[in-house]
């Protein structure tokens, strides 16, 4: 092999001009720019001619793959220095850390930035690659039941009425028999299935959906006709509003003497939910949960509602579910009841639920009876589960154990990884970084304050504080203290929570460590 640098080489200054000898005595001609060398220059020329190249080349960035969370010693690793030199790098950036610490993608990126990496987010294989393994068929589509949780306020009627649509609504299986609490049970009308949370309030639907399970469809929110609208009336339309999830309203109580129907929808007109017949898309109806009538209307305007929202599963895929209730059995160990949200669930399949593996030993439905099989919608209390898991973790198939296992143990892995990564909850200190960088456009909100005119002059120092870089939202305020249902508000909202001359309770405080939301007191002075 021979090579010699050529700078009056015909057509072009400055190339190099190599021949190669092959075994036969051929020679091939390569003409090659500096650039087009690159890093192979210094280990194919050794002679002092070429490698002066390595001076005037100017060095290109190199991609560094990074996950979602990772460990600084790893990350020293794929930066080719020392875990030290990471530590320093965090310290520039005011981030201080051990060599134990775990890094989120958004910190790791910046270390490598300033280190002359080019960064690329790879996401581990995980439970979110299951159903995209799987092409979805349209023409396997089914209509499945809605799925309802029910809200309002305390004593408004929310458990009575669950009561008496049980009452009026079980399945000729069930008849007569012991009803089993599962955290969620199915009513059947008119050859119609509705699966309804056993869970009423609006605290267990945010817990969830703060776990990024949102399984409700259809909110029925109870108000009491001889009350009207109450602060956990108004919590629970908030909290449904910042789900998406679509409000029923069902006014209760109307057997009693001092009911006021008309006054109670006037109120709820009041704070955005207009009556159907005032011409509004609200759907209202009126019951009694005590004398059991207008149930049947109710359920006729569930179906109504799931109709025109086009509620639709794929009964062939793997099957995919959402935890609602988990308790530790005497006698059968840690059991959980799921919802499946597609596919067909049967006795015998792998699964992997958070970050654990088991195989499903038995299927209980709502009625006691075990079942072999469960359809999209269906509620069931399954045994096999190795621990407890959370409600809201996501229950998914695999196709045999060995994966099972292997998913279970880079779940397990990832949890500890996210545990000790930094919070990705916004705050106050880290809000201009991250408008500065387009990563937030609407900063949620949630006010609370001792007095309705306090939230007022709140709201309108926010509006006079917005720009074209961000806009402030609101999702929720009220008079009082801040309370655990505020906190997961914020957490399931990503929003940050301020209090004007009032004070956490101290079950919200330690909800709010632990969950690392900003919680701000007597921000804005009136």
């Not at 002359?116 to 690659?129: M, N, R, T, W």
């Not at 869970?199 to 945010?206: K, N, R, S, V, Y």
């Not at 704070?271 to 159907?276: D, H, N, W």
């Amino acid at each position: 092999f021979m090579a010699k640098w050529s700078p009056d080489f015909p057509g072009q200054s400055g190339h190099l001009h190599q021949s190669l000898w092959n075994k036969d005595g051929s020679s091939a001609f390569y003409d090659n720019t500096k650039e087009e060398l690159g890093d192979h220059r210094s280990q194919v020329f050794k002679s002092g001619v070429v490698d002066n190249l390595a001076d005037s080349e100017e060095e290109a960035f190199e991609i560094a793959q990074l996950p979602e969370n990772i460990m600084i010693r790893d990350l020293a690793e794929k930066l080719r220095c020392s875990p030290n030199d990471i530590i320093k790098e965090l310290m520039g950036l005011g981030v201080m850390t051990t060599i134990n610490q775990s890094l989120s993608f958004e910190v790791a990126s910046k270390v490598a930035d300033q280190r002359g990496f080019e960064v690329e987010l790879i996401k581990d294989k995980s439970a979110i690659d299951f159903e995209e393994e799987e092409k979805e068929n349209p023409k396997d589509l089914c209509h499945r039941p809605p799925i309802v949780t029910i809200m309002g306020h305390v004593d408004h009627g929310k458990t009575s009425l669950l009561d008496a649509i049980r009452k009026t609504n079980v399945t000729e299986a069930e008849s007569g028999g012991i009803t089993q609490h599962i955290g969620a049970y199915r009513a059947k009308i008119k050859d119609q299935f509705i699966t309804f949370l056993d869970t009423p309030g609006h605290e267990a639907f945010t817990a969830m959906r703060a776990r990024g399970a949102q399984v409700t469809d259809i909110v029925i929110l109870v108000v009491a006709a001889d009350d009207g609208i109450k602060p956990q009336t108004k919590e629970a339309i908030d909290h449904a509003h910042a789900g998406n999830v679509p409000i029923l309203v069902a006014i209760n109580k109307i057997d009693k003497p001092e009911a006021k129907p008309e006054e109670v929808k006037k109120q709820l007109a009041e704070v955005g939910l207009l009556p159907e017949d005032w011409g509004g898309q609200t759907m209202f109806t009126e019951v009694s949960a005590i004398q059991e009538t207008g149930i049947e209307h109710l359920l006729e305007l569930v179906l109504l509602q799931a109709e025109i929202m086009e509620l639709k599963s794929n009964p062939t895929l793997r099957p995919q579910g959402i935890v609602i209730e988990s308790k530790l059995d005497k006698g059968r160990g840690p059991v959980a009841t799921v919802i499946v949200q597609k596919g067909t669930l049967t006795v015998g399949q792998p699964f992997v639920v958070g970050p654990y593996f088991g195989k499903v030993r038995a299927l209980i439905n709502d009625s006691g009876n075990k079942v072999q099989k469960v359809t999209p919608a269906m509620p069931v209390e399954l045994v096999g589960m190795p621990e407890v898991p959370q409600p809201g973790d996501k229950f998914y198939v695999v196709e045999d154990e060995r994966k099972a296992r292997q998913y279970s143990e880079m779940r397990l892995k990832k949890r500890r990884e996210v545990q000790l990564a930094e919070s990705a909850k916004v705050t106050m200190e880290d809000l201009h970084d991250q408008i500065a960088e387009g990563k937030i456009k609407v900063l949620n909100l949630v006010v609370k304050a001792d007095t309705q005119g306090s939230i007022a002059a709140v709201q309108e120092a926010f509006s006079k504080l917005e720009t074209e870089e961000i806009r402030f939202k609101i999702i929720h305020d009220g008079v009082g203290g801040i309370t655990e249902s505020d906190i997961l508000l914020s957490s399931a909202s990503n929003a940050i929570t301020i209090g004007f001359n009032v004070r956490p309770t101290d079950k919200a405080d330690e909800l709010a460590m632990r969950e690392k939301i900003d919680v701000r007191l007597s921000l804005i002075h009136i």
